[in-house]
């Protein structure tokens, strides 16, 4: 492999890396899937690899209270016609690529919760900065809505752009989504709309950016009231790993760095 290196490098191809040189666990890339109230964000906050800093969406950070080596920041739009979170979180990541050219990214993982709310910030942003949008005032309070695809791709292509940078700092990134029953895109009409039995992400179009990811989870919680990460797919949702773990059913306990631990175990 060596003289092949060499001699593409002659060539002028550059950034080559051997594949033997790469684990599956240099970077982890998660999507985090799961109904509300399923222990996501705990997951992430008492077991990824710390240092972690964690973007709260939601406007919960109270769930991941007292998680130790972790720092939480909330970002949310009191006002979504004077939208400033997304400003200041390309802002942050700014200086996270700066410290990254630097050498002093002093990170293990980011976490991003949750992408719904993310969407929405994103939304805002995109509203403010084009014409993409309805306004109207109900009482005493101006209300602004998106319209047309084109504000759905304007959105897909920021939150897009945000992760190939997030991905580029090269620690585990966590985005965290909610899920909801598919829609059945054949039954449905203009009228009437049906679902499927599978789970997919909600909003729905969010599932574009499931493929960015090596690893997409879903936390449940089993019939005797356990918390757990499905890894592997099945016919109800469709998650992946790279990791060398879910081979007994596709089922693990809520523990990342024990996933890490029996991943290594296997190589």
Not at 195 to 208: E, G, I, K, S
Not at 251 to 256: A, D, L, S, V, Y
Request: aromatic residues 8%.
């Amino acid at each position: 492999m060596a003289n092949e290196l060499e001699f593409l490098s002659s060539i002028g191809i550059q950034g080559l890396v051997p594949a033997e040189k790469i684990t599956n666990t240099d970077r982890l890339k998660v999507a985090l899937c799961g109904e509300k109230k399923s222990g996501k964000s705990k997951l992430i906050a008492d077991t990824a690899r710390k240092p972690l800093l964690h973007y709260d969406f939601d406007d919960r950070r109270e769930s991941i209270s007292g998680a130790k080596d972790t720092v939480i920041k909330t970002l949310v739009d009191s006002d979504s016609t004077i939208p400033q979170a997304w400003g200041i979180l390309e802002s942050d990541l700014s200086s996270l690529e700066y410290a990254k050219r630097n050498g002093n990214l002093p990170l293990k993982s980011i976490a991003l919760d949750s992408a719904t709310y993310l969407r929405q910030i994103a939304e805002n942003q995109m509203m403010k900065d084009t014409n993409l949008l309805r306004q109207a005032k109900i009482g005493l309070t101006k209300y602004q809505i998106s319209q047309g695809w084109d504000a759905i791709n304007y959105v897909h292509r920021m939150l897009y752009q945000l992760l190939r940078r997030m991905f580029a700092l090269d620690i585990d990134i966590y985005v965290v989504f909610h899920t909801r029953n598919e829609k059945d895109r054949v039954k449905s009409t203009k009228e009437e709309t049906f679902y499927t039995d599978r789970l997919t992400v909600d909003p729905q179009n969010l599932d574009v950016l499931l493929p960015m990811f090596n690893e997409t989870w879903r936390t449940f919680v089993d019939l005797d009231g356990n918390f757990k990460v499905q890894v592997r797919q099945d016919w109800r949702f469709n998650a992946s790993t790279a990791l060398n773990i879910g081979k007994d059913g596709g089922i693990e306990n809520p523990n990342i760095q024990e996933m890490l631990e029996k991943n290594d175990q296997k190589r």
